[in-house]
């Protein structure tokens, strides 16, 4: 079935400093990618997505591209602040047939950062 | 606009006794999604609703979970009895569609069955 493998957290960084969390998947197809976000004591949100091969999805100074050589979503930021302190969640949705409404989901990273 | 309400967020209750979680999704969302969450995971699909019809509730644990969506509007997720394994944070989700339309979330329930 549909996995998704995101790097074990937690991860500490500095303000300001550069943010990797490594996401791959398993799936037939195309699947459509995503990360989500969740801030302490809210649900998660939307962060970006691709639906396709090489589209980047970026926002808030997110950035993640869909690498289906490397079946990877890895998820980056610049420069993180201390508002970005929060669980990342990758996952996908199947690109067709039964259960292209599934979200699937990685285990989660919680990612902190110090000031 | 307002988002994804569930109620209660926090439930303790211990085992064998019954327990329900309430959501209301976003006005004119016709789909609706039930996850659990385990500590330490990510979120898994207990059910979905297109309107008032539970369309896949292949992941549900029908011998003590059932839910309900009257109307195709408000919906309940019930337990029992609850059982130890079943703490956890039990999300709501909707959307217009289904694919790739984005799911927003509640902030869940958190249950604690001791």
């Known amino acids: 079935g549909d996995s998704v493998t995101q790097m074990e957290g937690p991860v500490t960084l500095s303000e300001e400093a550069f943010l990797t969390i490594n996401c791959t998947y398993t799936?037939?197809?195309?699947?459509?990618l995503f990360w989500y976000v969740q801030y302490p004591g809210e649900g998660l949100q939307l962060l970006l997505k691709?639906?396709?091969?090489?589209d980047k999805g970026s926002n808030k100074g997110f950035e993640a591209t869909y690498r289906k050589e490397t079946t990877s979503f890895h998820l980056e930021k610049g420069s993180v602040q201390v508002s970005d302190s929060a669980v990342y969640f990758c996952?996908?949705?199947?690109?067709?047939?039964?259960?292209?409404?599934?979200?699937?989901f990685g285990k989660g990273t919680k990612l902190s950062v110090i000031p | 606009e307002a988002g994804v309400v569930q109620s209660p967020r926090y439930k303790i209750i211990e085992k064998k006794q019954p327990v329900a979680f309430w959501c209301n999704p976003i006005?004119?969302?016709?789909?609706l999604y039930w996850y659990r969450q385990n500590l330490g995971q990510g979120p898994e699909l207990l059910i979905r609703?297109?309107?008032?019809?539970?369309?896949?509730d292949s992941q549900l644990p029908k011998d003590r979970f059932s839910a309900e969506r009257l109307k195709g509007v408000d919906s309940t997720l019930k337990i029992q009895p609850a059982e130890l394994g079943d703490s956890a944070v039990y999300l709501c989700?909707?959307?217009?569609?289904?694919?790739?339309?984005?799911?927003?979330f509640g902030p869940g329930t958190r249950l604690t069955v001791l």
């Open positions: 989700a909707s959307s217009t569609g289904t694919g790739n339309n984005e799911q927003f």
């Open positions: 799936a037939t197809g195309y699947p459509s």
């Open positions: 691709a639906t396709k091969a090489d």
């Open positions: 996952a996908l949705i199947p690109f067709s047939g039964a259960g292209s409404y599934q979200l699937t």
């Open positions: 006005s004119g969302h016709n789909t």
């Open positions: 609703y297109e309107n008032e019809e539970a369309v896949d």
